[in-house]
């Protein structure tokens, strides 16, 4: 767990650079996170993630890509256009939420 | 008189009515366990059968041979669950009302839920080894194969025995060698995780094992269909991987009815509590074994270990007292390396597979993530103690819960 300064505050964060405090996030982080990963978020991003966002409010996970998928209503394909080649990775990491465990 | 019903008589389903038919008196409580067929499959067989190691006869037997005395075998297969109404409708019209709900209907492969999957190339050149049939019918096509790309594939996690398609592709390859043929075949494990495996140390263990094979790993590979006439794997980035044979791990899904019912979640698994594995919705419904949506290995391990606790747990709760043992997500797995050895990973939710020895610090016998001998005539002894020791409910000599005794993290670092 080390300290990250962004847009001016500091924030927690795990060696991954994962946000590990749920409160600490809101849209202007979010708009920094994805510029970190190449990312311009657009208002289909912002759907997916506050979707990711509540749906972790309620669960207490990070959502899988087919959660994401049947229960947010974007489909699978939008997920990899929206954020290329690691999806699941890049939403849970620009949402400020924990990467998602593949259930092992 | 109470009602306590079991819905599948599986490996968790079978474990919970022996653990709990001593535990509750029959004089206050019928017990009563519904399943769709009669015989029951020792699943951790499956993977022997494709190399001709175990027959098919060897890994099933009746499952009225492992229901006790004093519990009704239904059979039957279950249209819904009406939670409100403390009733369980099967599709032959029977209703079966309950005061104590168990699910524990597993997870079922489903490859008609990849589009191209069960098209005109099933079980020619696509195979699955997660049922009988499919194993049996890969068994048919290995035994006469000539060589070309094999890919061993994994749609989806999380899926029963994670470590099962490594197995798989660690067996392939002595299989391939004995067979004189490895030379003509290119051997290829495709998963959609970053890694051989999740757990990092684990993964590092397992993909250095792919290497010294030869095996090439694909990772990060989400699949959006199978080309059947391409004999190619599509991904939803637009990736592909040709193959000549198909050896591939389906989507895994809950029940149906438990869809039907309103009790599942995106993979039709019941939400619980992951230390006690009762409902989120319903105090008086459970969810035993893979039917769960637990954060672990989708294994007879975790199920035998959970179970343990919730026998113990179960009979406070009817009585209306708190439950105190607390699940921690213990899950052990042999892993065949092929030319007789084998690994074993211990862990939880929380801590990782580590090396070491097991049980017994230091003097094992079984060795944590390192291939031996003794492992893999474990591994296989396992299955008599399945149907001996596991599924009549007594006790393995193994601690329900992890204990970090005897394990090292020095060697998290290699």
New interface residues.
């Given amino acids: 767990m080390t300290l990250a300064t962004m847009n001016g505050q500091d924030v927690h964060v795990d060696d991954e650079g994962f946000l590990t405090e749920y409160d600490e996030w809101d849209h202007e982080l979010a708009k920094t996170l994805a510029a970190n990963i190449g990312i311009e978020l657009t208002d289909a991003h912002m759907n997916v993630l506050e979707f990711l966002r509540a749906d972790y409010k309620e669960q207490g996970?990070t959502a899988?890509?087919?959660?994401v998928?049947?229960?947010g209503g974007t489909p699978?394909?939008e997920?990899?256009r929206l954020f290329?080649?690691?999806p699941a990775?890049k939403m849970a990491y620009i949402a400020g939420l924990p990467k998602p465990?593949?259930?092992? | 008189m109470k009602r306590m019903l079991v819905l599948g008589a599986g490996t968790a389903g079978t474990t919970v009515v022996n653990k709990l038919r001593p535990r509750l008196d029959k004089r206050e409580w019928d017990i009563t366990i519904v399943d769709q067929d009669a015989v029951h499959h020792y699943q951790p067989g499956y993977l022997f059968v494709p190399f001709g190691t175990y027959s098919p006869e060897e890994i099933v037997r009746p499952r009225e041979r492992f229901i006790p005395p004093g519990v009704e075998l239904v059979e039957g297969e279950i249209d819904v669950v009406k939670p409100d109404e403390r009733v369980v409708q099967l599709t032959n019209g029977t209703v079966l009302d309950y005061d104590q709900l168990v699910i524990a209907t597993g997870v079922t492969p489903r490859p008609d839920q990849t589009p191209g999957m069960v098209d005109e190339e099933w079980r020619r050149s696509i195979f699955d080894f997660y049922t009988l049939d499919g194993a049996v019918a890969l068994r048919d096509a290995l035994a006469t194969w000539n060589g070309g790309r094999l890919v061993v594939h994994i749609t989806e996690l999380p899926i029963k025995c994670p470590v099962a398609p490594l197995e798989f592709a660690f067996l392939a390859d002595a299989f391939l060698r004995e067979r004189g043929i490895r030379d003509r075949v290119e051997l290829v494990f495709v998963t959609p995780l970053d890694g051989a495996f999740t757990k990092p140390i684990a993964s590092a263990r397992l993909g250095g094992m792919l290497d010294e094979r030869g095996i090439v790993l694909e990772t990060d590979f989400m699949i959006e269909r199978v080309d059947p006439s391409a004999k190619t794997l599509v991904s939803y980035d637009e990736r592909e991987i040709p193959f000549d044979l198909l050896v591939t791990v389906p989507v895994n899904m809950g029940a149906e009815f438990v869809a039907r019912s309103g009790l599942g979640d995106e993979l039709n698994c019941v939400p619980v509590d992951k230390h006690t594995l009762l409902s989120t919705r319903y105090d008086n419904i459970f969810a035993v074994g893979d039917a769960a949506d637990l954060p672990i290995s989708k294994a007879g391990s975790t199920a035998h270990f959970s179970i343990e606790l919730f026998a113990e747990n179960f009979v406070h709760h009817v009585k209306g007292e708190p439950m105190t043992a607390a699940f921690d997500g213990h899950a052990n797995c042999f892993v065949e390396a092929g030319d007789g050895k084998a690994l074993l990973l211990d862990f939880n939710y929380d801590t990782q597979p580590l090396p070491g020895k097991y049980p017994l610090p230091v003097v094992g016998p079984f060795s944590l993530l390192e291939a031996t001998t003794a492992n893999h005539w474990g591994k296989h002894a396992f299955k008599w103690a399945y149907w001996n020791v596991l599924l009549p409910g007594r006790r393995l000599p193994l601690p329900a819960l992890m204990t970090t005794a005897g394990k090292t993290r020095e060697e998290v670092s290699q």
């Fill in positions: 996970e899988t890509l087919r959660r998928t049947t229960m699978t394909k997920l990899f290329p080649k690691k990775k465990v593949g259930c092992v």
